[in-house]
Nanobody, 124 residues
Framework: EVQLQASGGGLVQAGGSLRLSCATS????????IGWFRQSPGKGREGVAF????????RYADPVKGRFTISRDNAKNTVYLQMNNLKSEDTAVYYC?????????????????WGQGTQVTVSS
């Protein structure tokens, strides 16, 4: 059974930082592309950051470039999202996702497995 368990969300003031984690099981982690998405009320699911299985660094949506960093620890089958200089518009439920392919994109339909989401709330 494939499981993705996201954690690390919470309430933080604007300008603060959080690190999200996504622990995976049931997949050959180093062969999967990984992405982070977010969804706020009334909006669709938005791609935030993604990383192919063989990339040395991630790629990012424009609103988070320079502030968020995606990393993966293949030994722990875990992916992280370090979020710095948080803004109120970053408030959302954040989801991690895994794709049964090496390359990654910011399109939700690309991904096969999803975590349950973790709430991030940034107060201004």
């Amino acid at each position: 059974e494939v499981q993705l368990q996201a954690s690390g969300g919470g309430l933080v003031q604007a300008g603060g930082s959080l690190r999200l984690s996504c622990a995976t099981s049931g997949i050959t982690f180093d062969e999967y592309a990984i992405g982070w998405f977010r969804q706020s009320p009334g909006k669709g699911r938005e791609g935030v950051a993604f990383r192919s299985s063989d990339e040395v660094s991630g790629r990012y949506a424009d609103p988070v470039k320079g502030r968020f960093t995606i990393s993966r620890d293949n030994a722990k089958n875990t992916v992280y999202l370090q979020m710095n200089n948080l803004k109120s518009e970053d408030t959302a439920v954040y989801y991690c996702a895994a794709a049964r392919r090496r390359s990654a994109t910011l399109f939700p339909a690309w991904y096969d497995y999803w975590g349950q989401g973790t709430q991030v709330t940034v107060s201004s």
